[in-house]
């Protein structure tokens, strides 16, 4: 079992950066993959960012790559999401989740979830 809990979130201008973190309880961290996801209101859940196990191997959606940058700390238990130049349109709930695969995309492959951050972009 893990759990997982978000924070970081906030209202900010467009432009503006946030760091969000996902701390992670247990002691097998290093063996999960992670992501990030988000949910704006009336959308479906959208892949943003996952990480490899050892956080060698990075994958994003075309809509974050080159200003979000996923990254993890297995000594900490946490998993990053670095978010720059930020949109209105990344307005969302953010949710990082864990797998046991060594990496994955779809929400279906994820095994455990965090509760979420909102972030608020402001134009």
């Known amino acids: 079992q893990v759990q997982l809990v978000e924070s970081g979130g906030e209202l900010v201008q467009a432009g503006g950066s946030l760091r969000l973190s996902c701390e992670a309880s247990?002691?097998?961290?290093?063996?999960?993959?992670m992501g990030w996801f988000r949910q704006a209101p009336g959308k479906e859940r959208e892949f943003v960012a996952a990480?490899?196990?050892?956080?060698?191997?990075?994958v994003y959606a075309d809509s974050v790559k080159g200003r979000f940058t996923i990254s993890r700390v297995n000594a900490k238990n946490t998993v990053y999401l670095q978010m720059n130049s930020l949109k209105p349109e990344d307005t969302a709930v953010y949710c990082c989740?864990?797998?046991?695969?060594?990496?994955?995309?779809?929400?279906?492959?994820?095994?455990?979830w965090g509760q979420g951050t909102q972030v608020t972009v402001s134009s």
């Open positions: 990480v490899s196990w050892s956080g060698g191997n990075t």
């Open positions: 247990g002691r097998t961290f290093s063996s999960y993959g």
């Open positions: 989740a864990a797998t046991f695969a060594w990496i994955a995309t779809r929400p279906s492959d994820y095994n455990y």
